[in-house]
């Protein structure tokens, strides 16, 4: 994921009734943006619902600005079926308009083998 | 917390009616309590609902293992509703049933300051 590729990355959260929690989304993705350890170009926030934009607004907002390769993070914890399916189907609407660009579902947080790392490295604080 | 004081960690999910989510929480705790990084002499899981043990129980599984101290970690993404009201909710109930013993809840997950660094590993895979 060079920056020559112009790839871009979709942070996708659940989405809430509460605008404090998108907010704090919108900011994250921003942190991830402005990060040292960043390799996007840029950094989408996108929900799947109750928030605005959608994935598939999300997905084509990156397209808009040049994304060559797009990777859509679920910024989840659980492999529930918002994981297992509704996202996958969000995804999907893309890659059938856009058959020739690389759209990817990266692992879900949850899964990252070194969450017991990152958790008692936070409670340390 | 040195395990002098017989710190015990309570990981708070929300659960889920999918037993294989709950499943993967309660491995995490077994990975938790297995972490070279782990202070804590055990690592109890717990939900907010949908799945058992719930939180006071979880709590007072803890103390019947002879916890001097019970820390309480939401696993949670976002600052929502669970995180503010419904998790305080169900610790205070230990609290009041125990004032002598130290209950503490700690900083959800999501407002982790490294967040981002943690997603770019994850990411990097």
Redesign the interface.
């Known amino acids: 994921m060079s920056s020559e590729r112009k790839s871009a990355?979709v942070?996708v959260?659940h989405g809430?009734r509460?605008v404090?929690?998108n907010d704090?989304?919108r900011e994250?993705a921003a942190?991830?943006a402005?990060?040292q350890?960043?390799?996007f170009f840029m950094v989408q926030p996108a929900f799947l619902e109750l928030a605005e934009p959608s994935i598939p607004d999300g997905i084509e907002a990156c397209i808009q600005r040049g994304a060559m390769e797009v990777?859509v993070?679920p910024?989840?914890?659980?492999?529930?079926?918002h994981v297992a399916e509704d996202i996958p189907a969000e995804v999907k609407i893309k890659q059938a308009q856009y058959p020739h660009m690389p759209i990817s579902i990266?692992?879900y947080?949850?899964i990252?083998a070194?969450?017991?790392?990152?958790?008692?490295?936070?409670?340390r604080?």
């Open positions: 990355l942070l959260a809430s509460r404090v929690s704090e989304i994250l942190r991830l402005a990060s350890a960043n390799e990777v993070f910024y989840f914890l659980s492999a529930g079926r990266a692992d947080l949850g990252a070194d969450m017991p790392e990152m958790i008692l490295d936070h409670l604080g």
